[in-house]
């Protein structure tokens, strides 16, 4: 069995690009696409990713649905919605747990032993790096302890800082 250390990698990059089994989208309520990491998915997948996106009939805040990649390097699409930041006591904490551990608790219903999220609400939603970090590494860690099916997760950041917080937040937890 592989350390915590060796199942969690944190990189900087386009999760459209990465190969993982399954990559997360940080998507709305609605599924049916948006700016930020949501559309460049959309846009990489193609039109066939919408199509059953609309099938599904969206999605509540901290819940994850799961699709096919199409076009993508990915096999599937697991899409969570983050909560929107308001104070930090409006349960967003709760809520952005949940969309970590939903999304892992699919990937294992569906045999995906690889994923790759992006810093869900971090962009749009607002929510500070510097609280979202702890919750998503914590969160990811817990669930590998306690679930070995999951080889690999990778964290893919969109800046430096981001990447810079979530290395040291994963260096001091681990
Ligand atoms: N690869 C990895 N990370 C990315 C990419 C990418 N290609 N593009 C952006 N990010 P956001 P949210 C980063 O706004 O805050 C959408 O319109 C980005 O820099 O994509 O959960 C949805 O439809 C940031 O760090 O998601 C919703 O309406 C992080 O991904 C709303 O935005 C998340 O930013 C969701 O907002």
């Not at 709305?28 to 059953?52: F, P, T, W, Y």
């Not at 901290?62 to 990915?74: F, Q």
């Amino acid at each position: 069995m592989k350390s915590i250390k060796d199942r969690i990698e944190i990189i900087i990059g386009d999760i459209t690009q990465i190969d993982t089994e399954a990559i997360v989208n940080a998507a709305n309520k609605s599924l049916m696409g948006g700016g930020g990491v949501d559309g460049a998915i959309h846009r990489a997948a193609g039109q066939m990713l919408k199509e059953e996106c609309r099938r599904l009939g969206g999605c509540e805040t901290g819940e994850a649905k799961i699709t096919n990649g199409y076009n993508l390097k990915a096999k599937y699409v697991i899409h969570t919605v983050g909560p929107v930041y308001r104070d930090g006591r409006h349960n967003e904490p709760e809520l952005l747990r949940n969309c970590y551990e939903n999304s892992l608790k699919l990937a294992i219903e569906n045999n995906i032993k690889t994923i790759a999220f992006p810093s869900i609400s971090k962009g749009a939603y607002g929510y500070p790096i510097k609280e979202a970090a702890p919750i998503a590494i914590k969160t990811v860690v817990d669930f590998l302890n306690r679930h070995s099916e999951i080889e690999k997760v990778i964290f893919v950041l969109f800046s430096q800082t981001d990447f810079d917080t979530y290395k040291r937040v994963l260096s001091e937890y681990i």
